[in-house]
């Protein structure tokens, strides 16, 4: 049964491009589109290096010219990044949904923060100058993490 896989063709100039063919998986063949057909011609015509990988359950697949517009899938050389690898760019170049997570998560910890601080007013029994600082102390954090989520929460 022939489905849909993504293909990413990469080159030296920079040049990257993204698309879709059709994956014959009992085979394990891919048929390229006429685009990316003509993109990678252009390619060898300039003398250019470049790669061209499929992309299937979260690998990356180097493929090899078959024959024509269809190229095998080279499952031995399969690589998937990490999980810390993919933890950290979550956390570095964040996409504009986790952006948008991080700041309801964000306005949820403003949120207990400012219950924290009336919970502990209500309880104080006698006020010093710990028992006041540590009322300040939530009320900063519950307005920053307010601040931080609704930077966060902004769309683009």
């Given at each position: 049964?022939?489905?849909?896989?993504?293909?990413?063709?990469?080159?030296?100039?920079?040049?990257?491009?993204?698309?879709?063919?059709?994956?014959?998986?009992?085979?394990?063949l891919?048929?390229?589109?006429?685009?990316?057909?003509?993109?990678?011609?252009?390619?060898?015509?300039?003398?250019?290096?470049?790669?061209?990988?499929?992309?299937?359950?979260?690998y990356?697949?180097?493929?090899?010219?078959?024959?024509?517009?269809?190229?095998?899938?080279?499952?031995?050389?399969?690589?998937?990044?990490?999980?810390?690898?993919?933890?950290?760019?979550?956390?570095?170049?964040?996409?504009?949904?986790?952006?948008?997570?991080?700041?309801?998560f964000?306005?949820?910890?403003?949120?207990?923060?400012?219950?924290?601080?009336?919970?502990?007013?209500?309880?104080?029994?006698?006020?010093?100058?710990?028992?006041?600082?540590?009322?300040?102390?939530?009320?900063?954090?519950?307005?920053?993490?307010?601040?931080?989520?609704?930077?966060?929460?902004?769309?683009?």
């Open positions: 049964m022939t489905r849909l896989i993504k293909v990413t063709f990469s080159a030296t100039s920079g040049e990257e491009l993204h698309g879709r063919a059709e994956f014959e998986r009992t085979q394990g891919v048929t390229l589109p006429q685009r990316l057909l003509a993109v990678i011609e252009k390619a060898r015509a300039e003398g250019e290096g470049f790669e061209i990988v499929a992309h299937d359950n979260g990356r697949f180097p493929l090899i010219h078959h024959q024509a517009a269809t190229y095998r899938m080279d499952k031995g050389g399969g690589q998937r990044d990490g999980f810390f690898y993919l933890a950290w760019k979550a956390i570095i170049e964040p996409s504009k949904d986790q952006r948008q997570q991080y700041g309801r964000a306005h949820t910890l403003s949120a207990a923060a400012l219950i924290g601080l009336v919970g502990y007013f209500k309880t104080v029994s006698s006020w010093s100058l710990h028992a006041a600082a540590d009322v300040c102390g939530l009320l900063m954090a519950s307005v920053v993490l307010f601040v931080v989520g609704a930077v966060l929460s902004k769309g683009d």
